[in-house]
């Protein structure tokens, strides 16, 4: 045995370091005040000093990194078929192989432990803000959800659309703006008050829509990632969302809040449109599984422009339902859950509590 050790020695230690770091980092997260010091003066301030490195450049670094890793990985699978073809020790090469892939993706799995699931269990937005979820009646779910669709109309007239009556607003002003969205919430929540970079639009978007994603926040450049191949009126609120996590929000449901009031209350007539539409989505979808007649007198209301942006983007998601895109929601929902996320995916729902809370005061 310990000849065999010996043999791989660098590989297996490789792996019980990735395994001790994993032990050390789930044994502390429950200790709140020290993943709070992590999160805000260690790890957030290291992310966004790589990101104003990062974005030097208009090109996604993080698009560059999984190429990459995809070329990597497929010269390391066709070096070790070589090595399976030519060697008689197939067993020894077949070990090795197995080892180093699962070291490696581990060690991936450890540095996003640790870059970014410590601020799953760190102070969140609701802590931070006092503004915390609540449970709502239908009728109080009925009544913000029409307050939404109300304003949603409004700002439907205030956008540019094409010939057909599609949401139509130039893209490159669209990101112009991202680094002013915030704004107006820096008076009530000066925590997120933050020097922005606009985001980065990703150049195989299509890729991210086959696998159900349109953005992500890669926390080892620290940059804010866009899918710019989906249809384009959830595109501001989906920046938003973005770049709320580089706040240091990890939370979905908290980041979505986040872009749809930040959207909401821009001065972009843009990010207004798509900020009440993003969140009468949210609060249509609850509402219509509460009550579906409430539902559909406040689906009335709504101008032809909006129906003909909701079934666009409908239409557009239908296109790549399927096993690719279901397994790709399965590991990120996975990793969700392994961070607390006790509800996955799921949890990107309760976004309509919050709503709730903020909005009801208002009306």
């Known amino acids: 045995m310990k000849e065999f050790y010996l043999r791989y020695r660098g590989l297996h230690r490789w792996l019980l370091a990735v395994l001790a770091s994993l032990t050390l980092l789930f044994s502390l997260r429950d200790h709140h005040e020290l993943m709070n010091w992590l999160s805000d003066r260690v790890i957030m301030p290291f992310e966004r000093a790589v990101a104003s490195v990062c974005y030097l450049t208009t090109v996604s670094v993080a698009e560059v990194c999984y190429l990459a890793a995809v070329a990597v990985s497929i010269l390391y699978l066709a070096h070790t078929v070589r090595r399976l073809v030519q060697e008689e020790q197939r067993g020894a090469v077949v070990y090795r192989f197995a080892l180093t ?3 490696v993706i581990l060690t991936v799995y450890a540095a996003l432990c640790l870059l970014w699931g410590v601020n799953y269990h760190a102070d969140g937005f609701q802590e931070k803000s006092g503004v915390y979820a609540r449970e709502s009646t239908v009728e109080e779910l009925e009544q ?12 439907a007239d205030k956008v540019e659309r094409d010939a057909d009556g599609a949401f139509a607003e130039p893209e490159a002003e669209i990101f112009a703006y991202s680094t002013q969205v915030y704004d107006p919430l820096y008076e009530d929540f000066p925590f997120l008050r933050l020097q922005d970079h606009v985001p980065k639009a990703v150049s195989l978007s ?9 953005g992500f926040y890669f926390p080892f450049t620290g940059e804010a990632n866009v899918n710019v191949d989906c249809p384009q009126s959830f595109l501001p609120a989906t920046i938003a969302h973005e770049m709320a996590h580089q706040r240091g929000i990890a939370s979905e449901q908290e980041c979505n809040f986040l872009a749809i009031v930040a959207s909401a209350d821009s001065h972009s007539a843009a990010y207004r449109y798509s900020g009440w ?4 989505v949210y609060l249509g979808n609850a509402l219509y599984h509460a009550d579906q007649d409430k539902w559909q007198a406040i689906r009335d209301t709504l ?18 339902e399927g096993a690719v895109n279901d397994a790709a929601q399965s ?28 909005y009801l005061p208002q009306i």
């Open 144 to 155: 913000v959800t029409a307050y939404f669709a109300e304003n949603l109309a409004i700002a």
């Open 331 to 358: 590991v990120y929902d996975s990793f969700l859950k392994s961070q607390g996320e006790d509800r996955g995916i799921q949890s990107y729902g309760t976004v309509v509590d919050l709503l709730m809370t903020y």
């Open 206 to 214: 299509r890729v991210m829509s086959r696998l159900d994603f349109t």
């Open 303 to 320: 101008p032809d422009t909006v129906r003909l942006d909701l079934y666009q983007n409908n239409a557009y998601w239908a296109l790549f």
């Open 101 to 103: 892939v699962i070291a």
């Open 277 to 280: 539409l993003m969140g009468y």
